[in-house]
Structure formats: C-alpha cells, structure tokens
C-alpha cells in the first residue's frame, strides 16, 4: 500500500504541475516577472489554504483537533514555520514561475532533484557523512539534469532559461524543507497530517502578507492579475491535485521510508511528461525519456537509506 500511495503522490504532482501550466496560459496577459509573481503567490495561497483548511476539519470531525493543538510545542512548531518559508515563498512560488516560464516538464526535471539538495544541506548543516552509493546517486543525478536542460535550451522554448532559474531556487527551498519537516516530526508524536497542516497554514499566511505588500505597492497591476484568476475547473484541478499529492508524499514516507518514498514522488517528472503529451502541450523527446530513467535512478541511489538528524 506505501508503493501505491507513493505512486499517486508522484502522479497527482505531476498532473499539478501540468494543470498550472494551463493556468499561467489562460489566466495570464503578461509575461512580465511581476504578473508571474502575483499568479504564482495567489495559486499558492489557494492550495495551501484549501489544503491546511480540510486537515483541521478532517481531525475537527475525528475529535483530535483541540489535542493535536495542545501537543504542538516551540519545539517542533519553529521548524515548521521555517520549513513554511523554504517551501512556500522560496519552493512554491518559484516551482510555479519556473512551470510558467520553462513549461512542466523541463521545470519538473530541475524541481525533482529536492532530495539531491536535501543530502546535499545534510552534509553541510548536520555534518552526515554519505555512503559511496549516495554519491553515486549525486553524480548520475547532476549528470542527468545537465544533459535534460540542455536538451530543453536547444528546444528553442521561449524564456526556458528564467524559468530553469526560478526552478532552481523551487529546488533548494524544498531540499531544506524536507529536513526541517523531518527534524520537527522526529521530535513530535502527533499525525503527520497535523504536522503538514502547521506547515501549510503558516506558508499560506506568508503568501498572503506578500500579496497585501504588493497591492499597497501596486494595486492596479496586482489587481488586474488577480481579477483574471476566477477559473473555476482550474483552480479546483490545482488545489486538489497539490492537496492529494501532500498527504499522499508524506504518508508515503510514514509507511515505506524516505528513500522509496522520496523517489516515488520524485517520478512526478514521468507523469508530467504523461500529461503534457495527453493535454497536448509539449512533444516529449526519446532523450528525455531516456536521462529522466537515469535522474530517477540518481534520486533514488542518493537517499537510499533514511537520512539521520541529530
């Protein structure tokens, strides 16, 4: 059952990122980096407020609500909220520029590489130090990213490159998040599905403090964008999909580890390249097919093995 729902985890963020795809293009009138921006906060703050909302009226109506509360400490609970700013304004937000600039699936190749960095921060900040087989992983992981964007430049994809960039930071803020997430829910012994609901919630009302700072900076821009934004089908496809797709992830990990887990979730690339063909938005080269194999086989080699925390 811990394969089947890592699976999912990895489908629904794949076909997530693809529904944001169509999104940026039909809700978006301009290309500019300030446009992007306001889309990507206020497509965040649906998904991270939906999200978070039906987790406390999911433990609302199990009767854990006012218990899991009292349980969270200043332990656990400063984690999450930094863990909050490297996913959400750093990851998120940057994860859906890249996707409106460089397209689902050379964004994906970039963003699913979060477990590298994770090892990589680990090997910093915690001082672990990696097998051989982890830096193997490394390796062939960095290798296949290289050849996969190159392939993406080549492709002649208008502003490929900004979002490659923007990609690149979505990467770095999940990598750490991964390790704080996991440091706070070592040290609390309360549902994971509480634990991400913090997360969310505190992620969401950092999008939306951005998001009144930019309306007071420019209102009329930031509400033109905004205005545009009512799509109903969409907005529902991208909440749902993100939604399902967090609680899937982490209770992948909760049941198979965060080695198999991770990867699971990391084949989100695959999918994304699925739905782009289905949806008709990209053509998928056989060399992609052929370095995402060898980046999912780099993810897996560099976490096998469940990271340690001190």
């Not at 979002?163 to 997430?181: T, V, Y």
Request: glycine share 8%; aromatic share 12%.
């Amino acid at each position: 059952m811990g394969i089947i729902i890592g699976i999912i985890s990895g489908m629904l963020w794949g076909l997530n990122d693809v529904l944001t795809n169509i999104y940026s293009e039909q809700a978006l009138f301009s290309t500019a980096t300030f446009a992007v921006l306001v889309f990507a906060l206020a497509l965040s703050l649906m998904q991270d407020s939906f999200s978070c909302l039906g987790i406390f009226v999911y433990h609302h109506i199990r009767g854990s609500l006012i218990k899991n509360w009292r349980k969270t400490t200043l332990q656990n609970f400063w984690p999450l909220v930094i863990a909050a700013m490297c996913a959400g304004p750093l990851g998120m937000v940057a994860g859906i520029m890249g996707i409106a600039y460089a397209g689902p699936v050379y964004a994906g190749v970039v963003t699913s590489c979060y477990p590298v960095i994770a090892l990589l921060f680990a090997m910093i900040l915690l001082r672990e130090k990696p097998t051989k087989v982890k830096v193997v992983g490394i390796i062939l992981s960095v290798i296949a990213v290289m050849f996969i964007s190159i392939t993406g430049v080549r492709s002649g994809a208008e502003h490929i490159l900004i979002g490659l960039i923007f990609a690149s930071c979505a990467m770095i803020g999940w990598g750490m998040e991964s390790i704080l997430f996991s440091i706070a829910q070592k040290s609390s012994t309360q549902d994971v599905s509480w634990l991400l609901a913090i997360r969310q919630s505190t992620s969401a009302l950092s999008y939306l403090l951005i998001l009144i700072i930019l309306l007071i900076v420019d209102y009329v821009q930031t509400w033109q964008v905004m205005s545009h934004l009512f799509l109903p089908l969409l907005m529902i496809g991208c909440v749902l999909s993100a939604s399902s797709s967090y609680l899937a992830y982490y209770h992948a990990i909760k049941r198979i580890g965060a080695s198999l887990g991770t990867t699971f979730n990391a084949s989100f690339i695959f999918w994304a390249g699925i739905f782009s063909v289905i949806f008709n938005i990209t053509h998928v080269e056989h060399s992609f097919v052929v370095w995402s194999i060898m980046l999912i086989i780099g993810i897996y080699f560099a976490s096998k093995g469940n990271i340690k925390y001190s």
